[in-house]
C-alpha cells in the first residue's frame, strides 16, 4: 500500500491521471492551515526558550526560517510512519506476504487489525488495486477490496486506510472514484458491484481503527444514492483538472 509520487498511472497503454491528482485542486481548509499554524508556533517557541535557557543570541529571523520548515518535516516523518502502515497492514491482509519482517514493532497493528476483520467478517477480494476509469480517464489504487458482512448480510465493500491527524471530506469523492472504476471494470458481474464503501481510520500512535465516511450505493434511512452524489463531484473536479491542465 505504499504511496506512489507519480501524477498519473499507466492502463494498458493508456495514461491518465491519478484520482489524488485531481482531488489535489481542492483546498484541504482550516483544519490544515490551523495544523500548521500549532506546528509553527511549538517549533518557534520551543526553539526561543531553549535558546534563551542557554543565553544564547537569538537570531529571529534563523528562528522563524525553521519554524516554517516544521510543518513539511512533521509531514514527511508522518508519511513515511503511515507507508509503513500501510505497508503492514497488506502483509496482514495478503496471506501471501510475509508478515515477519514488521513484527514486533507492529504487534499492536496487527492484532487490532485482526480484530477489525474479525468484527467485520471481512474476505480480501483484491488488496492494492490499480483501478482504471476509461471512460472518465483517471486511475487510482485502491487499499482494499472485500466481501464483508455488514447489515446482516455478505456485500462487496470498498475500503482505503487513511493514518492522518483527521480524515477530510475529500475522501469521500476518493471513494466514489475507486467505486465508479471498480464498475467500470467489472459491468458485466453486477454481482461484483459495491454496495459499500468507507474509510478505515488508523490511529498512528494507538493503532485502533475505527471506521468512518461511509457511503452507501442507496442509503434506506435517508432515501439517497450517495456513491452516485459524490461522483458527480468527482467528475466536475475531473473536468476542472482537464480545463486547467489540459489532460
Same mark, same amino acid.
Given at each position: 500500500?505504499?504511496?506512489?509520487?507519480?501524477?498519473?498511472?499507466?492502463?494498458?497503454?493508456?495514461?491518465?491521471?491519478?484520482?489524488?491528482?485531481?482531488?489535489?485542486?481542492?483546498?484541504?481548509?482550516?483544519?490544515?492551515?490551523?495544523?500548521?499554524?500549532?506546528?509553527?508556533?511549538?517549533?518557534?517557541?520551543?526553539?526561543?526558550?531553549?535558546?534563551?535557557?542557554?543565553?544564547?543570541?537569538?537570531?529571529?529571523?534563523?528562528?522563524l526560517?525553521?519554524?516554517?520548515?516544521?510543518?513539511?518535516?512533521?509531514?514527511?516523518?508522518?508519511?513515511?510512519?503511515g507507508?509503513?502502515?500501510?505497508?503492514?497492514?497488506?502483509?496482514?491482509?495478503?496471506?501471501?506476504?510475509?508478515?515477519?519482517?514488521?513484527?514486533?514493532?507492529? =504487534?499492536t497493528?496487527?492484532? #487490532?487489525?485482526?480484530?477489525?476483520?474479525?468484527?467485520?467478517? /471481512?474476505?480480501? !477480494?483484491?488488496?492494492?488495486? %490499480?483501478?482504471?476509469?476509461?471512460?472518465h480517464?483517471?486511475?487510482?489504487?485502491?487499499?482494499?477490496?472485500?466481501?464483508?458482512?455488514?447489515?446482516?448480510?455478505?456485500?462487496?465493500?470498498?475500503?482505503?486506510?487513511?493514518?492522518?491527524?483527521?480524515?477530510?471530506?475529500?475522501?469521500?469523492?476518493?471513494?466514489?472514484?475507486?467505486?465508479? =472504476?471498480?464498475?467500470?471494470? #467489472?459491468?458485466?458481474?453486477?454481482?461484483?458491484?459495491?454496495? /459499500?464503501?468507507? !474509510?478505515?481510520?488508523?490511529? %498512528?500512535?494507538?493503532?485502533?481503527?475505527?471506521?468512518?465516511?461511509?457511503?452507501?450505493?442507496?442509503?434506506t434511512?435517508?432515501?439517497?444514492?450517495?456513491?452516485?452524489?459524490?461522483?458527480?463531484?468527482?467528475?466536475?473536479?475531473?473536468?476542472?483538472?482537464?480545463?486547467?491542465?489540459?489532460?
Open positions: 500500500m505504499s504511496g506512489y509520487s507519480s501524477p498519473t498511472y499507466d492502463c494498458n497503454g493508456h495514461t491518465y491521471v491519478r484520482v489524488s491528482s485531481i482531488l489535489g485542486i481542492l483546498d484541504k481548509g482550516y483544519g490544515l492551515a490551523k495544523w500548521k499554524d500549532n506546528i509553527v508556533k511549538a517549533k518557534l517557541s520551543d526553539d526561543y526558550y531553549k535558546l534563551l535557557s542557554k543565553g544564547h543570541e537569538i537570531d529571529i529571523d534563523l528562528l526560517d525553521a519554524a516554517l520548515r516544521q510543518p513539511n518535516t512533521v509531514r514527511d516523518a508522518r508519511g513515511t510512519q507507508t509503513n502502515i500501510h505497508d503492514a497492514l497488506e502483509a496482514l491482509l495478503d496471506k501471501d506476504k510475509d508478515q515477519a519482517g514488521f513484527m514486533p514493532q507492529y =504487534a497493528l496487527f492484532e #487490532n487489525a485482526q480484530q477489525w476483520i474479525l468484527d467485520s467478517k /471481512l474476505e480480501p !477480494i483484491h488488496i492494492e488495486a %490499480r483501478l482504471c476509469s476509461h471512460a480517464e483517471y486511475a487510482g489504487t485502491c487499499d482494499l477490496i472485500a466481501y464483508q458482512e455488514y447489515e446482516g448480510r455478505k456485500q462487496v465493500v470498498i475500503a482505503d486506510f487513511k493514518t492522518g491527524s483527521s480524515v477530510y471530506d475529500t475522501a469521500t469523492l476518493q471513494l466514489a472514484a475507486y467505486v465508479n =472504476a471498480w464498475v467500470e471494470m #467489472n459491468k458485466d458481474n453486477p454481482a461484483m458491484w459495491p454496495e /459499500l464503501a468507507y !474509510i478505515v481510520h488508523v490511529n %498512528r500512535d494507538t493503532y485502533k481503527f475505527k471506521e468512518t465516511k461511509h457511503m452507501h450505493r442507496y442509503n434511512t435517508t432515501k439517497r444514492f450517495e456513491i452516485e452524489e459524490a461522483f458527480a463531484v468527482f467528475k466536475a473536479l475531473r473536468a476542472c483538472y482537464k480545463w486547467r491542465s489540459g489532460k
